[in-house]
């Protein structure tokens, strides 16, 4: 049996329609907890699948300091995050996940009333 040759993946080679990048980044928005890096990273692949240099232009920036600013070695600012997401052509939106909102509201509501009736 002869040896195995293993390549090195690279996500960005598969990333070839709007709908698939639009997909991965939700996927590693909702597996991200909050680590913002990953989502910098994540961009970074999509802007790769697109062409770093188009897309550092669309978005204003430096091919070099969108290479820096998406690497995953650090967390970009959300400007730069807006710009990206803007280049890529897609669109951020947010959706509520939970009653957590509701809940604390209703816990102020109820701190009020009692002191209300203190």
């Known amino acids: 049996m002869g ?20 997909a991965y980044l939700e996927a590693c928005l909702e597996e991200a907890d909050g680590d ?12 790769r699948a697109q062409g770093m240099a188009q897309v ?14 998406l690497s995953g070695d650090r967390s970009p600012g959300f400007d730069t995050i807006l710009k990206v997401i803007g280049a890529l052509g897609l669109k951020l939106h947010a959706q509520a ?11 102020s509501r109820g701190r009020m009333t009692k002191r209300r009736a203190a």
């Open 3 to 22: 040896r195995t040759k293993t390549t090195r993946y690279d996500v960005a080679e598969h990333l070839r329609t709007p709908e698939e990048m639009a």
């Open 56 to 69: 550092a232009r669309d978005a204003g920036l430096s091919r070099e300091s969108l290479y820096k600013a």
């Open 97 to 107: 996940t939970s009653g957590r909102l509701r809940d604390s509201r209703a816990r």
């Open 36 to 47: 913002a890096t990953l989502i910098a990273k994540a961009l970074g692949d999509i802007a």
